[in-house]
């Protein structure tokens, strides 16, 4: 049977996961209605030869990037995660991003475009995709409470138990009178 904390993580794991899904959905949503504009013009032969995937790839890329940084700052007593994450940074930046400018750039400028182009642009967007997943993994990892914290704001309703020392404050929502009308 498991305990209530198991059920807590494994319930906030799966919610990371759908909202890094959606991240992704949204930002190949553009790219899905492009796609669909082309084969309705009888392009879809040229999908794989413009430069759409790798500027999803890129866009991915960026905000895996910006979620490595997120999770390298976040946190000050990271010690031997610091160098992983800065590899992760650098992957990204070699792996994905650079080939996919290169890429973006010279199918834009030049007029015929190499056939390995429709291969390489698929592997890098589901690389970049990896790579994404696997930052918004860490910086979540890295930015979560430890589980006493957690549990001393379900006691008393203080964040931390020395009054508040993990730095996040709940979200104050003002609440309307029963009198006031809009």
Do not use: C
Request: hydrophobic letters at 50%; a negative charge.
């Amino acid at each position: 049977m498991m305990s209530d904390t198991q059920q807590r993580s494994e319930q906030h794991s799966l919610s990371m996961m759908y909202g890094t899904y959606a991240d992704i959905l949204f930002v190949l949503f553009p790219f899905l209605v492009i796609t669909m504009q082309r084969l309705w013009d009888g392009e879809l032969k040229d999908i794989l030869m413009r430069p759409d995937l790798s500027i999803a790839a890129a866009i991915l890329a960026g905000l895996a990037i910006g979620k490595f940084v997120l999770g390298l700052v976040s946190n000050r007593d990271l010690g031997r995660f610091k160098e992983r994450i800065v590899f992760f940074i650098a992957l990204t930046l070699f792996v994905v991003l650079g080939p996919a400018i290169i890429l973006m750039l010279s199918i834009v400028g030049d007029s015929e475009v190499p056939a390995f182009v429709a291969f390489v642009q698929p592997v890098l967007l589901i690389i970049a995709i990896s790579l994404y997943t696997t930052a918004v993994s860490i910086s979540n990892i890295l930015i979560r409470d430890e589980p006493d914290d957690v549990e001393a704001v379900r006691v008393d309703g203080n964040h931390g138990a020395a009054g508040g020392s993990s730095g996040h404050e709940p979200l104050a929502i003002p609440r309307r009178s029963g009198g006031d009308s809009i």
